[in-house]
């Protein structure tokens, strides 16, 4: 039986409208109070269980983790799939980024979502909704997007930020001293501060490392000092896109190693722990052939669904357009234990450094925190 992506709990769609109804004053799905002003803080990498393990080393937000304040993330849980989720309001069968790399049909080519943007991938229409930056801009609220400067004029950046205006700022402390200037002009805003440091330290050292502890104690002494200057009616939030889980070598799985795997496959999307494998022919009969080899061989560490199955199951959400149902892997293979997908055929050794990983649909992956600081608190 497949796994549901999405529990009874809310998701980080309703992270960025709720904020901008309470900004409007009105009644909103994470039940927020009305405010003059908005912050949400983004937290790459940082899941729900993480910071439970990791509680003394975060004395401002981890008393606050309790049963009532974690959300689901979705599926997959990977940067560009959950950005774009919370940026738009909307779940990727809607927005159209349906994972890490992705398949893009009418340039016959899998291509990165996060740094693989070019002429031919127009971030306006690639990416299909309107965000909740643009609404807010009808409203007349001012909408602020902090983060680091090398992503400014991304392609990723145009296609899920669009509508506010961007705040470059290199360190976490730069960006929170930012926030701190936007709050201090008492005009309405809704503030989106980006932080990077903890996904990056994960993926090179895992979130077991005395380095993601030691950035995890410098996100919670920022977080604690913008709280304390939070004045009535500016509210704060924090979550994040998805958790992280450390996979040791020993989980490495050269999957093109079993040639009934990458039989009839034309082309790998996704990521280790999200594989979207693309058929030559495609076709339900040849979904479902590669499934059950799949299956047959990895069934006890992964889940497995052909486009069909995920879709029925709402990996999604509720509904996929048939736009982007092409960009979905024709199967898809979901780990669920500490263990990574990789094709011995890729000369570049792709991702095959990485400790911490992430794109799968397991608790460590899924659930991140939803804190509550100043008048939200």
Avoid at 18 to 33: F, K, M, T
Avoid at 39 to 55: E, P, Q
Avoid at 150 to 169: N, P
Avoid at 254 to 265: C, K, N, Q, S, Y
Wanted: hydrophobic fraction near 45%; aromatic fraction near 6%; glycine fraction near 8%.
């Amino acid at each position: 039986m497949l796994p549901a992506a999405f529990s009874t709990r809310s998701s980080l769609a309703a992270v960025l409208p709720s904020c901008l109804a309470a900004l409007e004053g009105a009644d909103n799905e994470l039940s927020l109070p009305a405010v003059r002003q908005a912050v949400v803080i983004v937290v790459d990498g940082l899941g729900a269980s993480a910071l439970r393990a990791r509680a003394g080393h975060a004395r401002t937000l981890a008393p606050l983790l309790g049963k009532t304040t974690t959300i689901d993330s979705g599926f997959p849980t990977t940067t560009a799939a959950a950005l774009a989720t919370l940026a738009t309001g909307t779940l990727p069968g809607v927005h159209g980024l349906v994972g890490y790399k992705v398949r893009d049909d009418l340039h016959d080519r899998v291509v990165n979502q996060l740094s693989g943007w070019d002429d031919e991938l127009d971030p306006a229409t690639w990416q299909r909704s309107r965000t909740v930056f643009e609404v807010a801009s009808d409203s007349g609220v001012k909408s602020w997007a902090i983060g680091m400067p090398k992503y400014a004029d991304s392609g990723f950046t145009k296609a899920i930020l669009r509508g506010a205006e961007y705040v470059s700022a290199r360190t976490m402390a730069d960006r929170f001293a930012a926030a701190e200037r936007i709050l201090a002009n008492p005009a309405q805003s809704l503030t989106y501060l980006y932080v990077a440091e903890l996904d990056q330290i994960a993926h090179a050292r895992g979130w077991e490392s005395p380095e993601w502890t030691e950035a995890l104690e410098q996100l919670d002494a920022l977080v604690a000092g913008l709280t304390r200057r939070l004045v009535p009616g500016q509210g704060m939030l924090l979550t994040a896109d998805h958790g992280v889980v450390d996979v040791p070598v020993s989980g490495h799985v050269l999957f093109d190693t079993a040639p009934e795997l990458v039989d009839g496959v034309a082309a790998v999307a996704g990521e280790p722990r999200c594989l979207h494998l693309h058929l030559e022919h495609p076709g339900e009969e040849a979904a479902r052939s590669l499934a059950e080899a799949w299956r047959s061989v990895e069934g006890e560490r992964a889940w497995v669904a052909t486009r069909a199955e995920a879709v029925e199951a709402g990996w999604f959400g509720p509904s996929v357009d048939p736009e982007v149902l092409p960009r979905i892997g024709d199967v898809l293979v979901a780990a669920r234990k500490r263990v990574a997908y990789y094709d011995s055929r890729d000369p570049l050794r792709t991702g095959q450094n990485m400790v911490g990983q992430h794109g799968s649909l397991t608790a460590e992956e899924t659930r991140v925190p939803l804190l509550r600081f100043g008048a939200f608190a």
